[in-house]
């Protein structure tokens, strides 16, 4: 069989030359029509092979391979075919041509196969219509979205003018120089100006002379970005020639990156103006009584003690009995203790008018000449002052000495029994403000009173206890005066703590002292 195949393949053959006796004509045209063919095929074979490498999804691949093979096996049967008409390769162009046969066979088999699969492959007009479809689907979807966006932005433009139209405030828009844009119907009824009459002023225009500087300084901060909105009182003049007190809020609108207009809201608080300018006018007249009354009060006190004086001096001698001498000694302590709260609201109702002079002073200072003034009273009851922390105050010397003469003195009295008292005052600075605490270990008391031990009058002990409940209240309006703040916590027969915030003068001293002991 070996010696077969190779009779055939190697057997020198006559060239089909010879057969067409080598007629120039046709012996070339066969040869241009071999090679032409074997050329096309030898590309298609090539472009199907590159189809098949970059599509690895393409489904029948198999088929594609095998057609991709038959071609490249034509193109090498022709090619032998166009060398066989002037050389004796007949039986290599057999070969090729086996070679051809069985790959195409192989092909048709497999084509038969999915022939089915294949059919079901769309056409390019029908591929082209579903696209065209789906197309046509993603525009109506697209457009229904853009009908519902607008629809959507429509509903909450109506719900935002109809806000803006009902509110019971009054909002306007405002241009960055001022001229009225928009208001609504609110706005023009506070200020009493038809929207037409709005758009030829400004904002600047109604606005009373001495309320521009504030309203500059507004605009500048806006401008400027330093807050998202501003809030301020004005005076503007209303159609009428009416001057009226507003709160005006305003904030910046952006458009494209940049500031378009204010929106700006106006309340009217006319009334509370009104009623503010009331009530500071009848405090101001009751401080004024709660003076008056309490300095006219002083002279028949003071005669009324003075006498009950005299006729006990005077009777002193005489056998009246021990129940007279009691009532005149009653008579004596009532006035006594009368002169005293006379007193106490005098000092309350003089720092209920206009502020403390004020002048730096350092705590340390203060806490010195308070223990000087009470050394003998902590000497007698073994009584401990410590300071911790130092600061310089701003404060009213004399009010801020009375503020803690009183809160040692306190300390002292309510002490417990059995323990002298230890009295420990500590100063810091915090964000902006000078703290001071002043605690102690003595019989405190229920926390529920904590801010009723303010109030004038309110004591939280028996009568037996002296003094007149008017303490804390005296302190609490000195400290209110300074724009500061006390407050107390308590704990029964724990101790007090007292709380003073005010306005920071300075840093926290540096190396304070430990502490200051008395």
């Known amino acids: 069989m070996a010696e077969f195949d190779t009779?055939?393949?190697?057997?020198?053959?006559?060239?089909?030359?010879?057969?067409?006796?080598?007629?120039?004509?046709?012996?070339?045209?066969?040869?241009l029509a071999d090679s032409i063919i074997s050329l096309s095929y030898f590309v298609m074979s090539?472009?199907?092979?590159?189809?098949?490498?970059?599509?690895?999804?393409?489904?029948?691949?198999?088929?594609?391979?095998?057609?991709?093979?038959?071609?490249?096996?034509?193109?090498?049967?022709?090619?032998?075919a166009a060398v066989t008409l002037w050389r004796d390769v007949a039986g290599l162009h057999g070969v090729a041509k086996v070679l051809a046969a069985g790959t195409a066979a192989t092909a048709?088999?497999?084509?038969?196969?999915h022939v089915k699969g294949i059919l079901r492959f769309p056409s390019l007009v029908t591929y082209r219509e579903a696209l065209r479809n789906a197309s046509d689907e993603e525009f109506r979807r697209g457009l229904l979205e853009i009908q519902?966006?607008?629809?959507?932005?429509?509903?909450?433009?109506?719900?935002?003018?109809?806000?803006?139209?009902?509110?019971?405030?009054?909002?306007?828009?405002?241009?960055m120089d001022g001229s009225w844009l928009k208001a609504n119907t609110k706005l023009c009824e506070i200020l009493g100006w038809r929207l037409e009459q709005l758009r030829e002023k400004t904002l600047q225009q109604i606005t009373y002379e001495e309320d521009l500087g504030p309203g500059a300084e507004l605009i500048r901060v806006l401008a400027e970005k330093e807050q998202e909105s501003y809030s301020m009182e004005a005076r503007l003049l209303r159609g009428d020639g009416e001057l009226i007190w507003v709160q005006v809020t305003a904030s910046v609108a952006s458009y494209q990156g940049k500031d378009s207009h204010y929106i700006v809201v106006i309340e009217d608080i006319s009334d509370k103006k009104l009623v503010q300018q009331a009530l500071?006018?009848?405090?101001?007249?009751?401080?004024?009584?709660?003076?008056?009354?309490?300095?006219?009060?002083?002279?028949?006190?003071?005669?009324?003690?003075?006498?009950?004086?005299?006729?006990?001096?005077?009777?002193?001698?005489?056998?009246?009995?021990?129940?007279?001498?009691?009532?005149?000694?009653?008579?004596?302590?009532?006035?006594?203790?009368m002169r005293a709260m006379v007193d106490s609201l005098l000092q309350l109702s003089r720092y209920s008018q206009g502020a403390p002079c004020c002048e730096p002073v350092q705590l340390s200072e203060l806490v010195s000449l308070i223990r000087d003034d009470l050394l003998e009273l902590f000497t007698e009851t073994g009584a401990d002052l410590v300071l911790k922390g130092d600061l310089c105050l701003s404060v009213d010397k004399a009010g801020f000495l009375h503020v803690l003469h009183n809160l040692m003195t306190n300390s002292v009295r309510y002490a417990k029994p059995e323990e002298p008292a230890r009295i420990v005052i500590e100063a810091h600075a915090h964000k902006g403000t000078h703290v001071l605490t002043v605690s102690d270990n003595g019989r405190g008391f229920d926390n529920q009173y904590a801010q009723n031990i303010f109030e004038p009058?309110?004591?939280?002990?028996?009568?037996?206890?002296?003094?007149?409940?008017?303490?804390?209240?005296?302190?609490?309006?000195i400290i209110k005066a300074h724009k500061g703040t006390i407050s107390a916590q308590g704990t029964l027969n724990q101790g007090a703590v007292f709380t003073i915030v005010l306005p920071a003068f300075e840093p926290l001293v540096e190396n304070a002292p430990e502490g200051v002991n008395g």
Request: hydrophobic share 45%; proline share 3%; glycine share 8%.
């Open 108 to 113: 048709a088999f497999l084509l038969i196969k």
């Open 46 to 80: 090539l472009l199907m092979l590159c189809v098949i490498r970059k599509r690895p999804d393409l489904e029948f691949r198999g088929v594609f391979l095998l057609f991709s093979l038959f071609v490249l096996c034509g193109a090498i049967s022709h090619l032998l």
């Open 7 to 31: 009779a055939i393949v190697w057997r020198e053959w006559t060239p089909w030359g010879d057969a067409f006796l080598w007629h120039p004509g046709l012996v070339w045209v066969h040869t």
């Open 457 to 477: 009058f309110r004591r939280l002990v028996s009568r037996s206890t002296p003094g007149q409940g008017m303490g804390l209240a005296i302190c609490h309006q």
């Open 280 to 337: 500071a006018d009848s405090n101001a007249a009751l401080e004024r009584f709660a003076y008056s009354a309490s300095h006219d009060l002083q002279e028949p006190l003071r005669k009324i003690s003075s006498f009950s004086d005299m006729l006990q001096q005077r009777l002193k001698d005489q056998d009246m009995g021990g129940e007279a001498h009691y009532e005149l000694n009653r008579i004596g302590d009532a006035a006594g203790r």
């Open 148 to 175: 519902r966006r607008e629809e959507k932005i429509q509903q909450l433009s109506q719900d935002l003018s109809s806000t803006f139209e009902q509110a019971a405030v009054g909002i306007a828009h405002v241009g």
